[in-house]
């Protein structure tokens, strides 16, 4: 099973790519990411080229049944975050298998 990669290992991979101390990576890092989050909540979707695109849309009500009970439901709109990976970076993926 693999390793789940977390934002303290993304900060001390910038380190040892680059000469940025620790606490400097995750100050950048943290920037980014709040970035991305603002761009995705204001523009609803995120282009990062050679790597994909993240798309926020809003799924509208939809009828749903509760599995226990049979009864029909209604399920409320809620917002969906999806990702696109980009043609270069889904070849690259594959080639590497």
Request: glycine share 6%; hydrophobic share 35%.
């Amino acid at each position: 099973m693999s390793k789940t990669v977390t934002k303290a290992d993304i900060a001390k991979s910038i380190c040892a790519q680059s000469e940025m101390k620790q606490q400097h990576a995750k100050k950048v890092l943290d920037a980014m990411l709040g970035i991305m989050k603002k761009a995705l909540k204001e523009e609803k979707e995120m282009l990062l080229s050679g790597f994909g695109k993240f798309e926020a849309f809003t799924k509208k009500n939809r009828k749903g049944r509760n599995p226990q009970t049979g009864e029909e439901i209604t399920l409320d709109s809620h917002d969906v975050l999806a990702f696109r990976i980009s043609r270069k970076f889904k070849a690259a993926m594959n080639s590497e298998q």
